[in-house]
């Protein structure tokens, strides 16, 4: 896994997850004679310091000695040699590399009182059970965590109870200037695995990360983005080569994003088994999400593939700045994915295999209407998500969806709750349902079904500025449609091809349709190039070409 930033202020954190990555070399060291004070060429051995690898022994003393040490000395090496050490909280300092070597395994302590509170919090009001972590520097300039080594939280031992229990992190970097993270392994976090708040110049490369606590596979997203500050954007990101499986999302930016989020690539990534949305997108307030690619992806087995949602929810309880417009959700591109999306029975059945574990009951379950999920792009009334790309898009949804779902037309707008993905429960469309956007392009895009499904593979409500170019989809002869354009102006539907009948190739609806144009659409034999509903002007359509 690579994720890199240029210097920018940034806050961005993977959170709980299962990922594995690439590293180089062993990550071996070698170590001349240690002298009195512990130190050996800049390299300072924890052991030298009183830490006994054990398994038993806390060694929270032990290991801050060796890295104050080493900070002392202007900066180095702390050498953590193959044993089991249990510690609570240490503090990295600047100029300062924590080695892990293989066969190294820092265990974190399972009492919460070795847990030091004098750390920056996880910067949510209402989520502060999570400010506790295993590792911690704030202020520090070149600070790596590095080796084949581990780090386990034994989060077991801190079971999900909400506010009423402490969870503490792996690891917290705070204000911090490049910071490194190569080649490790971090292992049954009791929250977040590893989270960089306000950091700049931000390198993570060859990652594993298996967290399994509490009986689940990564009860959280894999890796998410967010930004708190108000005058520093969090921007200049790179995500690359992952593998991630999750019940939440696998790449999600969270809705606080006050000084905005912009400049990210992610690229080469497989997403697996992942139960609460590929790639989830959420912008609130005045926050905005702006200039983002999202390339050569493959999700398996996924409940919904994308789901970018503007709203006006406020994570921290704040309100929103009336003296600033809303922010914006815009330039974003998806291009190369190929996904299938899992079928009702096999989600719960997923879901519940992770949680078989659960230490209580009831067990979680699906929330209602994560079944049947499609690609989803809603913006607010006047504050449309602007300029989305879908380019190279195959899905395979697992179908099922019924006359009563296709027939919904009167969404509520819910722009004040919590963005969920789910939270309109089963939309109208099996393929992709956008409402309240302007820009919006797809080109050589492919629905495909493993099963019936009465609803439009695609349904538009309050667009602008549409371009369909070379549609691929499976339609249904009870289907009253393959395309719904709701409320649609300036729209151009060409090169598109069904794959089974419908009734209709377009419905058109609403009095404040306008400038639609159909050209070369190479419709089935008696299909009707489009139907108008009552309240539709006959001249909101043309056709410019037909073809051969």
Known sequence: MKIRTTPQRVWWFAAVCVMWGLSHGDGRMECAAITADGESAGVFDIRSFGAIGDGQHLNTVAMQRAIDACAARGGGTVHVPPGKFVTGTVFLKSHTTLHLEPGATLLGSTRLEDYDPRVQGCGFTLHSYLDLCLIYAEDADNVSITGRGTIDG????????????????????????????????LRNSAAWCAHFRGCTGVRVHGISIYNRANGLICEDDCICFQNMSDEQPVQDIVITNCLMSTRWAAIRSGGAHRAGIRNVTVSNCVIRDTYGCGIKLQVSGNGSLENMSFTNIVMQNVSCPISLRFGNHHYNG?????????????????????????????????????????????????????????????????????????????????????????????????????????????????????????????????????????????????????????????????????????????ALVRNCRPLGDSNAFLRIEGPHCRNIATSANALLAGQHPWELAHDVDPSAIRELWRGP
């Open 154 to 185: 034994q989060g077991r031992a801190f079971p999900l109870a909400g506010t009423a229990g402490q969870r503490p992190m792996l690891l917290r970097m705070a204000s911090c200037r490049n910071v490194s993270l190569d080649g490790l392994t």
């Open 318 to 490: 704040e309100q929103r700045d009336t003296a600033h417009p809303l922010g914006s959700l815009r330039n974003l591109t998806f291009a190369n994915i190929q996904a299938n999306v899992l079928d009702e029975a096999s989600l719960k059945a997923g879901i519940s295999a992770l949680y078989a574990d659960y230490p209580r009951d009831p067990k979680p379950q699906a929330y209602p209407g994560e079944e049947r999920q499609c690609i989803s792009i809603c913006g607010i009334p006047e504050h449309p998500i602007e300029n989305v790309t879908l380019r190279g898009i195959r899905v395979t949804y697992p179908g099922g969806g019924t006359r009563e779902e296709a027939a919904r037309r009167e969404i509520p707008e819910l722009a004040d709750q919590y963005p969920e993905y789910f939270m309109w429960g089963v939309l109208p469309a099996y393929g992709l349902y956008a409402r309240h956007v302007r820009g919006l392009t797809l080109d050589d895009v492919r629905c495909d079904l493993a099963a019936p499904d009465l609803r439009p593979a695609v349904v538009l409500d309050d667009a602008e500025d549409i371009d369909i170019d070379n549609l691929c989809a499976t339609g249904h002869a009870e289907a009253e449609s393959l395309i719904r354009l709701r409320e649609t102006r300036d």
